[in-house]
């Protein structure tokens, strides 16, 4: 069975500009997980997706926004870009909402000039 | 507020030794913790986890060990093998049915041949 494939692998864009991530969840995942890692943070839940709503939410600006299709793809768009949105954005997926051993993707390196 | 701390950032052991990587929590609510192995390059990956109204758990070659009167979680890995060089991050829900999972910073191994 695949993993979590997430595109592109990495991303360079200027402050500004916005950007948008995608996810491929492990077929019969229904739930998708987004988060930031940075350095200085660490890993930061951003939002969680499970029958193409969302289901939560954590501490980030209006400016992250995600959505769920209905074959339970992930996107996720940040705009107006900032240089410290920098970070490695991991998407994980579950078979469940609340079902805590999550699969993670690779993520996506986004880097902000 | 909400954190997950980890007393050491970095830990060197020698191959074949046992390892132990602490975590501290502060939310006593958290109901179950996760550890998650972060290779270069890739996302964490799931190791094992343990529910609140267990005090020890078992998987294979490593153990999880919850304190909830000292809010202190530990992992311990037998025989440490190079392959287990990585950063290891313990994460917490703390929201409940609300399943929200907030990471520590994360602990560098480095196994030593």
């Known amino acids: 069975k695949a993993g979590v494939t997430q595109t592109p692998r990495y991303l360079i864009k200027t402050r500004g500009q916005q950007v948008t991530l995608s996810c491929s969840p492990i077929?019969?995942?229904?739930?998708v997980s987004w988060y930031q890692q940075t350095p200085g943070q660490g890993l930061q839940f951003l939002f969680e997706y499970f029958s193409e709503t969302q289901r939560n939410k954590g501490n980030f600006p209006g400016r992250f926004s995600g959505r769920q299709f209905s074959n339970s793809r992930s996107e996720m768009n940040v705009s107006t870009l900032e240089l410290g949105d920098s970070a490695l954005y991991l998407c994980a997926s579950s078979p469940q909402q609340g079902n805590y051993e999550q699969y993670f993707g690779p993520g996506t390196r986004l880097t902000v000039t | 507020g909400e954190s997950v701390g980890l007393h050491l950032p970095t830990l060197s052991v020698q191959e074949g030794d046992n390892s132990i990587i602490n975590c501290a929590y502060s939310?006593?609510?958290?109901?179950?913790f996760i550890w998650y192995k972060q290779e270069s390059g890739k996302g964490p990956q799931f190791i094992i986890d343990?529910?609140?109204?267990?005090d020890k758990r078992q998987g294979q070659r490593v153990t999880v060990l919850l304190n909830k009167t000292v809010k202190h979680l530990s992992l311990q890995i037998a025989a440490t093998q190079p392959g287990d060089s990585a950063v290891y991050f313990c994460?917490?829900?703390?929201?409940?049915?609300?399943?929200?999972?907030?990471f520590g910073k994360g602990t560098l191994l480095t196994v030593n041949p």
């Open positions: 077929s019969g995942h229904r739930s």
């Open positions: 939310n006593s609510a958290s109901d179950y």
């Open positions: 343990i529910r609140s109204n267990m």
């Open positions: 994460a917490e829900n703390s929201g409940g049915s609300n399943y929200k999972l907030t």
